[in-house]
C-alpha cells in the first residue's frame, strides 16, 4: 500500500524477497520447486520493452541469490553432496566454465560476454547442483521436478492455443502467439519437446493412483497438441529422432555400435554432400498451415527464408571460426559481431546487421564461433556424457518406474541436442531448467543406481 501510494510499487516485491531468502535456509526443496515452476511463466523484462534489462522475473533474481547461497556454503565445506562434485560430469562442466572466463578475458566485447559466464554459472548451480542434491537425497524431487515444470507449461499452451484459435490457428500467428513467456514458437517447441517423452515415462509408474494417471493423460494431451501447433519443425524432427533412438535402445544395440554407425552415416553426407545438396534444392515447398506441407518444407534449402538463414548463419559462424580458431569472438557475441561475415549470395529477406536477429541457431556452430574450437569440444562432450548415462542408467536400475523414468529423461535431452543442431537457447531459463536438470537426474541415477529409490534422505536445510 506505501508503495502504491508513493507510485513505487516495486517495494512490493520487498516480502517476496525477505519469503524467498528464509526459504533458502529453511526449506529449499520448496523454493527451487517454485523456482521450476516459474521458469513457464518467466517474463524477459527486455522483451517487454521494461527497464532495458534482459533479465528473467522472477527466475533469475532467484537463481542469482542461489548462486550467493552456493559461494556462502563453499566458505564452509562442500556446498552439495561431495559425491556430485567428484562425478566425471562435472569436471566436464566445470571445465568448460573455466573455458568460458579465459575467453571472455580476450572477447571482442567483454561485459557481454561475462553476461554470459554468470547467466552460465547461476544455472548450473541452480539447476544442477542444488537439484542434483535433492535428486540425489529426496527420491520424491525427481517426479515432483517435472510436474513442476509441465503443469506451469500446460497452462501456457492453453493461453496460447486460445490466442492462436483468434487467428484461425494460421502458421503466421504461431511464431508470435506464445508471447510474452516463450520469446517464439522454437524456444516453445524445444521445451514442449524435452517434456513430453519424462510425462509420458511418468504415465507407466504403478505406484501412481488411476486418478493422478489421467490427469497426466491429460497433461500429455495438452503438451502434443501443443507440440502440432507450434509448427515447429525443428522440435517435430527431434522427436522423431528419438523415438528412433528408443527404438534402437529396445533393441538391445549398444553404444558403441550406434556412434560407429553415426560416424558412418556422418561421413557418406559429408562424401556426397554436393549431390544431396542438389537433390535438396529441388524441394521448393515453403513452411505452409497445412501440416502436411510444413513437413515437407523442412528440406527446402532453395526458397523457406527460415532454413536459408540458418545457412547464412553457419556460414557466419564458420568464418568466424576461421578467423579465430582459437579463442572465438567471446562468449555470447555472436549476434555483435557475425553482420560483416555475411556474404551477399547466403543473405535472405530476414536477414538483418542490427545485431538484433539472434545468434548461431547451432548449439555447436555457437561455441565454435563465440569460444574456439574447445568451445565445440565442450559442447560435443556434453552429448557424449548425455549418450554414455542414458545408455548406462538402463543397465543400473532394476525398478521398473525409475528404469522408465531414467529413459523419459534421457529421450527428452537427447530432443535437445537434436534440436541444438538448428536452435540454441542455453542462454534462456526455459531451456536451461530442463537441460541441466535432466543431466543432474542421469548423473544421480549413475552414482545411486536404485539405492536413491529406496529410501528418502533429508532435504537440504
Not at 529453511?26 to 522483451?47: G, H, K, M, Y
Not at 532495458?52 to 565445506?77: K, N, Q
Not at 507449461?153 to 492462436?164: D, E, F, M
Not at 543431466?439 to 529406496?454: E, H, P, R, S
Request: charged letters at 15%; a neutral charge; one cysteine or more.
Amino acid at each position: 500500500m506505501l508503495g502504491v501510494y508513493r507510485d513505487f510499487p516495486w517495494i512490493a516485491l520487498v516480502p517476496m524477497a525477505a519469503a524467498g531468502i528464509i526459504m533458502a535456509f529453511t526449506r529449499l526443496d520448496i523454493l527451487l520447486l517454485f523456482l521450476v515452476a516459474a521458469v513457464p511463466l518467466s517474463l524477459n523484462l527486455e522483451d517487454m520493452e521494461i527497464g532495458g534489462l534482459g533479465i528473467y522475473l522472477p527466475t533469475e533474481p532467484l537463481l542469482a541469490g542461489l548462486l550467493l547461497l552456493f559461494i556462502l556454503r563453499s566458505m564452509r565445506g562442500f556446498p552439495v553432496d561431495q559425491r556430485l562434485l567428484r562425478h566425471p560430469l562435472t569436471y566436464w562442466i566445470a571445465g568448460s566454465l573455466v573455458w568460458i572466463l579465459l575467453t571472455a578475458l580476450v572477447s571482442e566485447y567483454p561485459l557481454v560476454s561475462f553476461k554470459f559466464l554468470i547467466a552460465r554459472l547461476w544455472f548450473i548451480v541452480g539447476f544442477f547442483f542444488f537439484c542434483g542434491h535433492l535428486f540425489l537425497h529426496t527420491p520424491e524431487f525427481r517426479h515432483q521436478f517435472i510436474f513442476a515444470y509441465a503443469v506451469p507449461l500446460c497452462i501456457i499452451i492453453v493461453y496460447t492455443l486460445i490466442r492462436h484459435a483468434g487467428f484461425g490457428f494460421e502458421k503466421d500467428a504461431g511464431h508470435w502467439v506464445m508471447n510474452p513467456f516463450y520469446k517464439d514458437h522454437t524456444s516453445y517447441g524445444a521445451a514442449l519437446a524435452m517434456v513430453i517423452p519424462p510425462v509420458l515415462a511418468l504415465l507407466t509408474w504403478r505406484r501412481f493412483s488411476a486418478f493422478l494417471r489421467l490427469a497426466l493423460l491429460g497433461v500429455l494431451a495438452i503438451l502434443i497438441t501443443g507440440m502440432i501447433f507450434s509448427y515447429t519443425r525443428a522440435a517435430w524432427v527431434s522427436l522423431v529422432a528419438v523415438g528412433a533412438l528408443f527404438v534402437i535402445m529396445k533393441l538391445g544395440v549398444r553404444l558403441r555400435t550406434l556412434i560407429s554407425a553415426m560416424v558412418l552415416v556422418a561421413g557418406f553426407l559429408w562424401v556426397a554432400q554436393d549431390a544431396l545438396l542438389i537433390q535438396l534444392q529441388k524441394n521448393e515447398q515453403d513452411s505452409s498451415d497445412n501440416l502436411t506441407e510444413h513437413v515437407e518444407s523442412i528440406s527446402n534449402v532453395s526458397s523457406d527464408a527460415s532454413n536459408l538463414e540458418r545457412l547464412n548463419r553457419w556460414n557466419c559462424a564458420i568464418a568466424m571460426f576461421q578467423e579465430r580458431p582459437l579463442i572465438g569472438w567471446g562468449p555470447g557475441t555472436f549476434q555483435f559481431v557475425y553482420a560483416p561475415f555475411q556474404r551477399s549470395e547466403d543473405r535472405t529477406i530476414i536477414s538483418t546487421n542490427n545485431a538484433d536477429g539472434g545468434n548461431a541457431h547451432s548449439e555447436y556452430l555457437g561455441p565454435l564461433a563465440e569460444q574456439g574450437v574447445m568451445g565445440m569440444v565442450f559442447a560435443l562432450g556434453l552429448l557424449g556424457f548425455c549418450l554414455h548415462l542414458g545408455f548406462r542408467v538402463q543397465t543400473q536400475l532394476y525398478d521398473e518406474d525409475q528404469r522408465n523414468l531414467a529413459m523419459g529423461v534421457f529421450l527428452g535431452l537427447m530432443t535437445y541436442f537434436v534440436h541444438g543442431v538448428l536452435n540454441n537457447y542455453l542462454d534462456t531459463d526455459k531451456a536451461s531448467a530442463l537441460f541441466w536438470g535432466f543431466l543432474a537426474l542421469l548423473m544421480v541415477w549413475n552414482l545411486t543406481g536404485d539405492a536413491g529409490a529406496k529410501k528418502r534422505g533429508a532435504a537440504i536445510t
